[in-house]
């Protein structure tokens, strides 16, 4: 079964400096990778997606992300944060198909503070 | 984008009664729903797959008497909680796929639905 590792539940940082949130994944073969952002009370946002193609993939607010298969890894980053990027971040995992659900990593909370 | 709507947003019970949430996919047709139940602080952990004209499918230790689904179109599904229990209480957050085949692979979320039994 599909599973995805968090490295770090929480990280703390500065506004306007740079951030990396790590995932890790467990699969070796093909899998969709996604980044949602999660904000108090409310549903996901998806970020950013990796399906196929080039290993680098850009998202909303700033965000990118590093498709790497020999590391099984899809670590999120962002050059400089702003205080609203304050927030729960998921990574997540499925299969290729449509019947398929997300299996989600735990979360890594995201305090950017003045 | 799609977009999936989950009703109420909302909803406090008392002890031993049921509670139906409607997780509706607006501008998509969605054979397959995905309903997660996310503790505080925690991730969001899927409960069961929802396949439109057929039985859901739980994931193992997911009492499927206890959270009934029903998929009764490809717009609609309802997460009944039956005889809710203060344990019971979470934020439970539906999920859609547009599309027939892998597509995109997005899934879409709804907003959730926070219950809270008394």
């Known amino acids: 079964a599909q599973s995805v590792t968090q490295l770090d539940s929480q990280v703390p940082v500065f506004e306007e400096a740079p951030v990396e949130l790590r995932c890790n994944y467990s699969?070796?073969?093909?899998?969709?990778l996604f980044w949602y952002v999660q904000y108090p009370n409310q549903g996901l946002q998806l970020l950013l997606k990796?399906?196929?193609?080039?290993?680098l993939v850009k998202g909303i607010n700033g965000f990118e992300a590093e498709f790497n298969k020999s590391q099984t890894s899809f670590h999120l980053r962002k050059p400089s944060v702003h205080i609203s990027d304050t927030a729960e971040y998921f990574c997540a995992v499925s299969d290729p198909g449509a019947g398929t659900a997300l299996i989600f990593g735990k979360g890594t909370t995201l305090s950017v503070s003045s | 984008g799609a977009v999936v709507s989950q009703h109420p947003s909302r909803v406090i019970c008392k002890s031993g009664t049921s509670v139906k949430i409607e997780c509706r996919s607006l501008?998509?047709?969605?054979?397959?729903m995905f309903w997660y139940r996310q503790f505080p602080k925690k991730s969001l952990m899927l409960m069961a797959t929802s396949n439109e004209g057929s039985k859901a499918t739980y994931e193992q230790g997911v009492e499927k008497d206890k959270f009934l689904i029903n998929h009764a179109s490809l717009t609609l599904s309802t997460l009944t909680v039956t005889s809710a229990h203060p344990e019971d209480s979470s934020f439970y957050i539906c999920?859609?796929?547009?599309?027939?085949?892998?597509?995109?692979?997005?899934?879409?979320f709804g907003e959730g639905s926070r219950l809270t039994v008394l």
């Open positions: 699969s070796s073969v093909s899998v969709y």
């Open positions: 999920s859609a796929r547009p599309g027939t085949s892998g597509g995109t692979g997005e899934l879409f």
């Open positions: 990796y399906l196929s193609g080039s290993t």
């Open positions: 501008d998509f047709q969605a054979t397959t």
